[in-house]
């Protein structure tokens, strides 16, 4: 199986990845609770795991005979970092949009 390294946000783009990673939002799991929770079997869940831990979304820790996996945050903390820029560019331009004067759009 070839593997492939994600980004946070191209691998929270995955509907089931998502809906995976907003039940662990919630509290750390098992794959097997997280597969009661979704519509894809065990093996399948375990794979979007996979790229959620490759994409810093996710760690994992043993317990006993089961793998625990709960959100990383600091892999969470760089989403909201790099959404923080993208919303102080946007907002940035749209102020100088709106304080240039009406006389600079006439062609």
């Known amino acids: 199986m070839a593997t492939y ?4 946000w191209t ?3 995955d ?3 998502r809906a ?3 039940r662990l939002s919630e509290s750390p799991q098992a794959v097997v609770d997280l597969a009661r929770a979704v519509p894809v079997s065990r093996p399948a869940v375990s794979q979007h795991l996979k790229v959620l831990k490759d994409a810093g979304l996710v760690d994992v820790r043993p317990e006993g005979t089961r793998r625990i996996y709960q959100v990383n945050l600091e892999g969470l903390a760089e989403l909201r970092a790099q959404l923080d820029r993208f919303w102080t ?5 749209y102020k100088q949009a709106v304080e240039r004067p009406y006389e600079e759009d006439i062609p």
């Open 5 to 8: 390294q994600v980004d946070g």
């Open 20 to 22: 995976i990673f907003e």
């Open 89 to 93: 560019k946007a907002l940035a331009a």
């Open 11 to 13: 691998a929270l783009a």
């Open 15 to 17: 509907p089931t990845r």
